[in-house]
């Protein structure tokens, strides 16, 4: 079972934003050479670059440190817009300053997410999405790299949005939801239009590893059921059957999709959810399909609540965040 939530990321994300706010009143000189964690960076073109928009910590180089990718998704460099910068750790912590930054276009940086290990040698991947980006089919229909662990990392493929402005990669997760062992990236295009009675209501794709192949992708379309899908997801096993499952935030409500091999939605992406959640004041609430059962609830609420955070930025008011905490605390 696989359950990836970004609860160290947030973690390190939590230290690196603390840090960022420190180095604005000491001065780098006064740092210890190494530090826990590393610092934001003040080169002019990240100036508000929203740094940190979203973050991924995994093994890049394989030497069991865990790293750290932040996404800069306004970044600026010469016309384009979106970065990622990547800062590797040793045994003692971060470095003081960044290891690369990747420069992209099309806010590269928006979403992020890590893959794990993919192909068996201790170096992990992880996919960046740009919502704005242009692929070479279609322009402005957003795109997702997938970058292989290395130093420096290495883009595997990028792949794109079926129609301009569809804001592919706007949401990401990862799970192995077809059970074969090997992580599979999810995708939202929250502004796709499925057909026009449902107008940009949105699209998630599922692409398969090892390949994350462009062609052999599952695409779950908006239904009269679940609208407005693609903007969060979450994965992690709700049914107990050691498969992970999708949920998907839509309009109202988030649904659920089993997982298993055979993964039943290859055979109909347009089926009615296994399980649907009303988001109501005091958390999710089973509305339907089968008998209640309070333990797969529970664990489905903390999930989604769970990915919420990891999307959270750090400045909410603090009413949505005890909010938020209640629920994960529940
Ligand atoms: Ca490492
Ligand atoms: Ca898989
Ligand atoms: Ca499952």
């Known amino acids: 079972m696989h359950t990836r939530f970004a609860g160290v990321s947030i973690a390190a994300l939590a230290l690196l934003w603390i840090c960022g706010i420190t180095c604005d009143k000491v001065s780098a000189a006064s740092w210890k050479k190494r530090s826990s964690a590393p610092a934001f960076l003040s080169l002019g073109y990240l100036h508000r670059s929203m740094q940190g928009k979203c973050g991924a910590a995994l093994d890049l180089n394989g030497d069991g440190n865990e790293d750290l990718v932040v996404g800069a998704p306004y970044a600026r460099h010469k016309g384009r817009t979106g970065a990622l910068i990547v800062y590797l750790a040793n045994r003692k912590g971060f470095a003081i300053g960044h290891s690369a930054v990747i420069k992209g276009d099309g806010n590269l940086g928006w979403s992020l997410v890590s893959l794990g290990g993919v192909n068996g040698n201790g170096k992990d991947w992880f996919a960046a999405g740009a919502h704005s980006g242009s692929g070479e089919n279609v322009s402005l229909s957003g795109t997702v790299t997938v970058y292989r662990g290395g130093n420096p990392v290495q ?66 379309p908006a239904t009269e059921d679940n609208q407005g899908i693609g903007f969060s997801f979450a994965t992690g096993d709700i049914n107990g059957d050691g498969v992970d499952d999708l949920l998907m935030e839509a309009t109202g409500k988030v649904v659920g999709f089993y997982g298993g091999d055979p993964f039943s939605l290859l055979e109909n992406p347009e089926a009615y959810p296994d399980v649907v959640f009303s988001c109501m004041d005091r958390g999710f609430l089973r509305l339907d399909k089968d008998q209640e059962e309070k333990s797969m609830r529970k664990r489905a609420r903390k999930l989604f609540a769970k990915a919420m955070a990891a999307y959270t930025p750090p400045d909410l008011p603090e009413d949505i965040e005890s909010k938020l905490e209640a629920i994960v605390n529940q």
């Open 155 to 220: 883009e595997v493929t990028t792949l794109e949005g079926e129609n301009a402005m569809d804001k592919f990669g706007f949401a990401l997760a990862a799970g192995d939801l077809n059970g074969d062992g090997i992580t599979d990236l999810i995708v939202g295009a929250p502004l796709h239009s499925p057909s026009p009675a449902l107008y940009q209501k949105g699209a998630a794709y599922v692409y398969f590893g090892p390949d994350f192949d462009q062609a052999t992708k599952l695409k779950i």
